[in-house]
Nanobody
Framework: QVQLVESGGGLVQAGGSLRLSCAAS????????MAWYRQAPGKQRELVAS???????NYADSVKGRSTISRDNNRDTLYLQMNSLKSEDTAVYYC?????????WGRGTQVTVSS
Protein backbone atom coordinates (compact mmCIF):
# COMPACT_ATOMS: atom_id res chain seq x y z
CA GLN A 1 0.00 0.00 0.00
CA VAL A 2 1.38 3.39 -1.01
CA GLN A 3 1.22 5.69 1.98
CA LEU A 4 2.98 8.12 4.28
CA VAL A 5 2.15 7.92 7.97
CA GLU A 6 3.15 10.74 10.30
CA SER A 7 3.61 10.40 14.03
CA GLY A 8 5.17 12.22 16.95
CA GLY A 9 2.84 15.18 17.24
CA GLY A 10 1.25 16.24 20.49
CA LEU A 11 0.84 18.96 23.05
CA VAL A 12 4.02 20.65 24.23
CA GLN A 13 4.82 23.79 26.18
CA ALA A 14 6.51 26.73 24.52
CA GLY A 15 10.24 26.21 24.50
CA GLY A 16 9.89 22.46 24.30
CA SER A 17 10.86 20.00 21.59
CA LEU A 18 9.22 17.38 19.42
CA ARG A 19 10.44 14.93 16.84
CA LEU A 20 8.05 14.10 14.04
CA SER A 21 8.41 10.94 12.00
CA CYS A 22 7.00 9.95 8.64
CA ALA A 23 7.06 6.29 7.67
CA ALA A 24 6.81 5.58 3.96
CA SER A 25 5.57 2.41 2.36
CA UNK A 26 4.89 1.35 -1.20
CA UNK A 27 7.37 3.83 -2.69
CA UNK A 28 11.09 3.80 -3.38
CA UNK A 29 11.76 6.19 -0.55
CA UNK A 30 15.39 6.86 -1.35
CA UNK A 31 14.71 8.44 -4.74
CA UNK A 32 11.99 10.79 -3.54
CA UNK A 33 12.50 14.37 -2.49
CA MET A 34 10.80 14.68 0.88
CA ALA A 35 9.34 17.58 2.81
CA TRP A 36 7.34 18.66 5.81
CA TYR A 37 4.49 21.11 5.41
CA ARG A 38 2.15 22.55 8.00
CA GLN A 39 -1.26 24.12 8.04
CA ALA A 40 -2.54 26.26 10.87
CA PRO A 41 -6.26 26.95 11.32
CA GLY A 42 -7.44 29.51 8.78
CA LYS A 43 -4.11 29.58 6.96
CA GLN A 44 -2.72 28.04 3.82
CA ARG A 45 -0.47 25.02 3.91
CA GLU A 46 3.16 26.12 3.97
CA LEU A 47 6.52 24.46 3.48
CA VAL A 48 8.44 23.91 6.71
CA ALA A 49 11.49 22.04 5.49
CA SER A 50 12.60 19.87 2.61
CA UNK A 51 15.35 17.38 1.90
CA UNK A 52 16.35 16.14 -1.53
CA UNK A 53 17.21 12.55 -2.31
CA UNK A 54 20.81 13.71 -2.23
CA UNK A 55 20.46 15.11 1.28
CA UNK A 56 20.33 18.84 0.57
CA UNK A 57 18.06 20.66 2.98
CA ASN A 58 16.00 23.81 2.93
CA TYR A 59 14.06 25.52 5.71
CA ALA A 60 11.39 28.15 6.05
CA ASP A 61 12.72 31.27 7.70
CA SER A 62 10.24 30.79 10.53
CA VAL A 63 11.88 27.52 11.65
CA LYS A 64 15.47 28.02 10.51
CA GLY A 65 17.88 27.40 13.36
CA ARG A 66 15.21 25.64 15.43
CA SER A 67 14.43 22.64 13.27
CA THR A 68 16.32 19.85 11.55
CA ILE A 69 14.98 17.66 8.77
CA SER A 70 16.61 14.31 8.17
CA ARG A 71 15.93 11.03 6.44
CA ASP A 72 16.86 7.41 7.00
CA ASN A 73 16.74 5.64 3.67
CA ASN A 74 17.32 2.28 5.36
CA ARG A 75 14.18 2.72 7.41
CA ASP A 76 12.17 4.60 4.75
CA THR A 77 11.52 7.28 7.33
CA LEU A 78 11.62 11.07 7.34
CA TYR A 79 12.13 13.08 10.51
CA LEU A 80 11.65 16.63 11.71
CA GLN A 81 13.29 17.64 14.96
CA MET A 82 11.75 20.84 16.28
CA ASN A 83 13.24 22.73 19.20
CA SER A 84 12.38 25.96 21.00
CA LEU A 85 8.78 25.55 19.93
CA LYS A 86 6.57 28.62 19.79
CA SER A 87 2.80 29.01 19.87
CA GLU A 88 2.93 29.97 16.21
CA ASP A 89 4.26 26.49 15.41
CA THR A 90 0.83 25.10 16.27
CA ALA A 91 -0.48 23.37 13.15
CA VAL A 92 -1.13 20.07 11.48
CA TYR A 93 2.16 18.83 10.05
CA TYR A 94 2.12 16.87 6.81
CA CYS A 95 4.74 14.70 5.17
CA UNK A 96 5.19 14.96 1.41
CA UNK A 97 7.01 12.79 -1.10
CA UNK A 98 7.72 14.22 -4.53
CA UNK A 99 9.06 12.43 -7.57
CA UNK A 100 8.76 13.96 -11.00
CA UNK A 101 5.26 15.31 -11.29
CA UNK A 102 3.75 13.15 -8.59
CA UNK A 103 3.08 14.11 -4.99
CA UNK A 104 2.13 11.87 -2.11
CA TRP A 105 0.77 13.26 1.15
CA GLY A 106 0.30 11.82 4.58
CA ARG A 107 -2.77 12.50 6.69
CA GLY A 108 -0.95 14.76 9.10
CA THR A 109 -0.09 14.92 12.78
CA GLN A 110 -1.26 17.68 15.11
CA VAL A 111 1.31 19.80 16.93
CA THR A 112 -0.04 22.11 19.61
CA VAL A 113 2.26 24.47 21.48
CA SER A 114 0.88 26.02 24.64
CA SER A 115 2.21 29.35 25.82
Amino acid sequence: QVQLVESGGGLVQAGGSLRLSCAASGIIFSINNMAWYRQAPGKQRELVASITRGGSTNYADSVKGRSTISRDNNRDTLYLQMNSLKSEDTAVYYCNAALGGSNLWGRGTQVTVSS
